[in-house]
């Protein structure tokens, strides 16, 4: 009689096998990106950069290396794993190629930026048309959240500076858009800033905004119907006056800084004025209130139809009060020219503003932990590439999944759907991918599949 030793089967391990395929779960992706035209889109835009006789187009390169990221790569390099898997990536470019591609991009500064971010806006607008209601402008209306992300660099790179939580390295704003509580968030700017970079600048804000609005479906780049959210950070005279700019029009909920004339005015406001705030849920928060402070402090200086409302809360435990907080209650404002709703559903509003915190968690696993080039703009082309990956994550939830797989983040996206195994098949003139029956997960790949599978192609 023999006797197992250790808790897990003992297994003999060698190479040389066939018709195996690793992260099959990936062709969801490569599905997403036929059935929204960014192949074509993208091979568009850089055609100018595809040498004559040239083997690999431009756009699959770029493409390519966007795959590997949103799989889990943070460099150039990782887009080995899909060259290993011919049969459902296609022939994939060599490293030098790779890299000579983006020096090339990287060279061509804004020319390549801007072909770039045009294939993605316009391939966004068909996106979000086969998303039909189950897209972030379903209501008519979409909301970009702007925030700044600390990107910390472990070598000497260009720009890379002391940044103001004395670490190192850079300090780009982000802009996603937001896809409320029934899916994620997809981006929508990436500016590269040095590390040094002040967290409030406006001109900084402004662009990011620009680069934002010019991702958006064209009916929505102004107009009310279009809303800014940021922190503290955006609520700047010159930020706010662009937003409300004649002509531009544009919503905002921006968060405030607590200054002496707002401390002032909280402590003239009466209790029966104090309304109680909403949860994330719409019911009533114990223990945290708000109130419209906009007629007491002097504001002729900011945008006309600027409203003020700030909110008071018992503070967490562990949480340390600041200075300008009242009666042992922590206090927050923010800045809105939304003229209709109640004061806690605008409150509530913006508070939502804390998901970017997770659309920036999910960028730092999907390529944003560090900068991997030296370049500036080298670094740049690279934003670029992670936002097609951070597309690529939004796009194929929302018109593939339904229910809560929709909200499952990268890190759930990867280890459930993406590096699921299975066996290439070729039978009857057509080529299968067989799933591993015993994977948890197989039918919900299947099921993703064919509704991609079931759009119109594009064209």
């Not at 091979?43 to 100018?48: I, K, Q, R, T, V």
Request: proline share 6%; hydrophobic share 40%.
């Amino acid at each position: 009689m023999s006797k197992r030793i250790g808790l897990y089967p003992r297994v003999r391990v060698g190479g040389g096998g066939s018709g195996a395929v690793s992260q099959a779960g990936a062709v969801l992706l490569v599905e997403t990106v036929r059935k929204s035209g960014l192949d074509g889109a993208i091979s568009a835009a850089l055609a100018p950069w595809r040498k004559p006789r040239t083997v690999h187009d431009p756009g699959k390169v770029l493409l390519d290396i966007a795959l590997a990221t949103a799989l889990g790569g943070d460099c150039l390099a990782d887009v080995a794993m899909l060259r290993a898997q011919p049969d459902a990536f296609g022939p994939v470019a060599s490293d030098p190629t790779v890299s000579r591609l983006v020096d090339a991009l990287a060279a061509a500064g804004p020319k390549a930026l801007t072909a770039i971010r045009a294939a993605r806006a316009e391939v966004r607008t068909r996106v979000w048309e086969l998303a039909g209601e189950d897209s972030p402008a379903a209501g008519d209306s979409v909301i970009v959240d702007i925030d700044g992300v600390l990107v910390l660099a472990h070598s000497e790179k260009q720009d890379a500076t002391a940044t103001w939580k004395k670490t190192f390295g850079h300090h780009p704003l982000v802009a996603f858009v937001d896809h409320g509580q029934a899916g994620s968030g997809e981006p929508v700017a990436a500016l590269l800033r040095p590390g040094n970079a002040g967290s409030n600048t406006a001109s900084d804000h402004i662009e990011t905004t620009q680069l934002a609005l010019a991702q958006l479906p064209k009916h929505l780049r102004r107009g009310r119907q279009t809303l800014v959210r940021t922190d503290s950070a955006g609520g700047t005279h010159a930020f706010l006056d662009w937003l409300s700019r004649r002509g531009r029009w544009l919503s905002y909920s921006v968060g405030m800084t607590i200054t002496d004339a707002i401390h002032q005015a909280v402590l003239k406001i009466p209790k029966r004025t104090w309304t109680p705030a909403y949860d994330s849920d719409g019911t009533e928060r114990p223990g945290a209130w708000v109130a419209e402070i906009t007629d007491m402090p002097d504001l002729s200086t900011w945008p006309k139809g600027m409203r003020l409302i700030v909110r008071k809360e018992r503070p967490h435990p562990g949480a340390q009060l600041r200075f300008t907080d009242v009666d042992g209650l922590r206090l927050t404002c923010f800045a809105t020219n939304t003229k209709d709703g109640q004061l806690a559903d605008l409150e509530l509003r913006h508070r939502r503003r804390a998901r970017c915190e997770d659309r920036i968690r999910n960028a730092r696993d999907t390529g944003l932990r560090n900068l991997p080039l030296h370049d500036t703009a080298q670094n740049r082309i690279w934003l670029e590439i992670l936002s097609l990956a951070l597309d690529l994550l939004a796009w194929m939830p929302m018109l593939a999944l339904t229910g809560e797989t929709r909200r499952w983040e990268p890190k759930r996206l990867r280890l459930r759907l993406f590096s699921a195994a299975a066996q290439l098949v070729n039978t009857g003139r057509r080529r299968w991918l067989r799933l591993a029956a015993r994977w948890p997960w197989t039918s919900v790949i299947t099921s993703a599949m064919d509704r991609l599978q079931a759009l119109p192609n594009p064209g």
